[in-house]
């Protein structure tokens, strides 16, 4: 199947820094990108949709200020966590998805700890 | 998307077949049936899709009732490396770039 690499793998920052988080579709086209955060013990929460050349589109409670969303290119998609605190200490994990794709292709996740 | 029910947990001995059933008895017609895991700290790995005929891959096989309001995902010889969290979604099908929502899934155990 496609593969999704995200980096880095894990990172860890101090409260009031920013992060960039890489995500990449290395063997396929990638029209839509998804970003999804998940707490310890809970399930994948989608935070926003990046359609490539256009803005990212946010869920409900997610502030696109603090989480800035960029699809440059068919195969980059980057999640900058600005301002982090603690509390945004989480895995984050991008999917991929191609024109007409059949499935979504998953990253390995982001681990971050903001201290 | 529909909602669909799975168990919390399951536990499966080494070899055998994993059983892992899912209701959504809400599933519109154009709806489709999704099955992902994620093994622990890792990002989802897709397993297997289906609308309403039985599917099988290398990985698994996809067995959807006639009406459709439930399924299972069959792992026919588990094996340690299987234990994950397996989640089962419904959402409309192939070419629609929409997103996935996950559920609660249900967490296999395989044991030796």
């Known amino acids: 199947g496609a593969v999704v690499s995200q980096h880095p793998s894990w990172v860890i920052c101090k409260s009031g820094t920013s992060v960039k988080i890489e995500c990449r579709s290395l063997d396929f086209q990638a029209t839509t990108m998804f970003w999804y955060r998940q707490f310890p013990k809970q399930s994948l929460m989608l935070m926003a949709t990046s359609n490539e050349g256009s803005k990212a589109t946010y869920e409900q409670g997610v502030e696109k200020d603090k989480f800035l969303i960029n699809h440059a290119s068919l195969t980059l998609s980057t999640l900058t966590v600005t301002s982090a605190h603690p509390e945004d200490s989480s895995f984050y994990i991008c999917?991929?998805?191609?024109?007409?794709?059949?499935?979504?292709?998953f990253g390995p996740g982001t681990r971050l700890t903001v201290t | 998307d529909a909602k669909t029910t799975q168990p919390t947990s399951m536990d499966c001995a080494e070899g055998r077949a994993a059983n892992l059933p899912c209701n959504h008895s809400?599933?519109?017609?154009?709806?489709?049936v999704y099955w992902y895991r994620q093994i622990h700290s890792q990002g989802p790995q897709y397993i297997i899709h289906g609308l309403k005929n039985n599917e099988t891959n290398e990985m698994a096989s996809l067995i959807i009732t006639e009406d459709r309001k439930s399924s299972t995902l069959i792992l026919p010889h588990a094996t340690l490396r299987d234990t994950a969290v397996y989640y089962c979604?419904?959402?409309?099908?192939?070419?629609?770039?929409?997103?996935?929502?996950f559920g609660s899934g249900t967490q296999l155990t395989v044991l030796p």
């Open positions: 979604i419904v959402r409309v099908g192939p070419g629609s770039a929409r997103q996935l929502t």
């Open positions: 809400t599933i519109s017609g154009n709806e489709y």
């Open positions: 999917s991929a998805s191609g024109q007409g794709a059949q499935e979504q292709y």
